[in-house]
């Protein structure tokens, strides 16, 4: 089973990005899946989750300017991110919950500055 996060890069304050978070080996439509980031110096922190049910949890950091979603046939998860500020910065990390442990995607880095 494996989660391959991608589409991380730079970009202004203002900027948009969306992640991607492929799931293969598994297909996880009905478990809670969710991002999480980790800025340089600071512990991993929650993002945002979405259920099996499809329904939406996130930071009050980002609530209004990020958007989680998932496309069951094609097993991905995104994260759309409108209005990036520099404390979006971060390395941003996908993951998917089941009753036999939590998946880890590798992570992809984010990168909001002028």
């Known amino acids: 089973v494996q989660l391959q996060a991608s589409g991380g890069g730079s970009v202004q304050p203002g900027g948009s990005l969306r992640l991607s978070c492929a799931a293969s080996?598994?297909?996880?439509?009905?478990?809670?899946m969710g991002w999480y980031r980790q800025a340089p110096g600071n512990e991993r922190e929650w993002v945002a989750t979405?259920?099996?049910?499809?329904?939406?949890n996130y930071a009050d950091s980002v609530k209004g300017r990020f958007t989680i979603s998932r496309d069951i046939a094609k097993n991905t998860l995104y994260l759309q991110m409108n209005s990036l500020k520099p404390e979006d910065t971060g390395v941003y990390y996908c993951?998917?919950?089941?009753?036999?442990?939590?998946?880890w995607g590798q992570g992809t880095l984010v990168t909001v500055s002028s």
């Open positions: 080996g598994s297909s996880f439509r009905g478990n809670v």
């Open positions: 979405i259920t099996g049910a499809g329904l939406t």
């Open positions: 993951n998917a919950v089941t009753r036999a442990r939590t998946f």
